[in-house]
Structure formats: structure tokens, C-alpha cells
């Protein structure tokens, strides 16, 4: 069963940082694309920074050059360090995860993935 479990997430001013951990655990040695997705009341869930099983990553537009997609020596611990962050990164933030392999084009879609945390709140304030 794997399980994931965010944390650190929480309120910051602009231009501030924040660093999101995920715990991850259950899928022992399979291939795995994780990362994070984020979403807003009334919006759909949308890809923000995800690594393949192949160690790629992919990030969304409007995150490049700001946030960065991490994983500990074990890849049982993802992290998100977000710099920079503006008041349009307010949202819940979700780690999810897929086993076996998903094409890179796709990796952002959250339709790819099927195991996913209960999500962290991020708050930024102009």
C-alpha cells in the first residue's frame, strides 16, 4: 500500500520561501514518478513539479526558476523548495505518485497518477 504524507506547508509573504516534504513509503523497489500538484477552490488540480523513475524532472511554466523537485539518497522522502513565491502559488499542495513508467510529455497530468496525499496548505501574502 504506498502511503504519503506532506508536510510544511503553512503562510509566508512574497518573495518568501517555503519547503514541502513528502514522506513516502509502500512501493519498495518498483519504478516511481512522484512529485506535486497543486489546486484552488473551483480549479482543477494542476502539475507543479514532478520527478520520473528515470530521475527527470518536469516543471510547470509558471514555477521554473523558483521551485525546485528533490528526493532524499532512500527516495522515500521528496521535497519542494519554493523561493521566490507569489501570492498566485496560494493553493493546497498534494505529492502523488505512480508506478511504472508514464511518458515524459505527461508526467505534469495528474490523471497519471493514482496514489496521492492528503495535501498541505501554502499561503502567500502580498
Known amino acids: 500500500q504506498v502511503q504519503l504524507v506532506e508536510s510544511g506547508g503553512g503562510s509566508v509573504q512574497a518573495g518568501g520561501s517555503l519547503r514541502l516534504s513528502c514522506a513516502a513509503s509502500?512501493?519498495?523497489?518498483?519504478?516511481?514518478?512522484i512529485g506535486w500538484f497543486r489546486q484552488t477552490p473551483g480549479n482543477e488540480r494542476e502539475g507543479v513539479a514532478v520527478i520520473d523513475n528515470g530521475g527527470s524532472t518536469a516543471y510547470a511554466d509558471s514555477v521554473k526558476g523558483r521551485f525546485t523537485i528533490s528526493q532524499n539518497n532512500a527516495k522515500n522522502t521528496l521535497y519542494l523548495q519554493m523561493n521566490s513565491l507569489k501570492p498566485e502559488d496560494t493553493a493546497m499542495y498534494y505529492c502523488a505518485a505512480a508506478l511504472g513508467f508514464i511518458q515524459w510529455r505527461l508526467l505534469l497530468r495528474p490523471s497519471e497518477y493514482r496514489y496521492w496525499g492528503q495535501g498541505t496548505q501554502v499561503t502567500v501574502s502580498s
Open positions: 509502500g512501493y519498495g523497489s518498483s519504478p516511481v514518478s
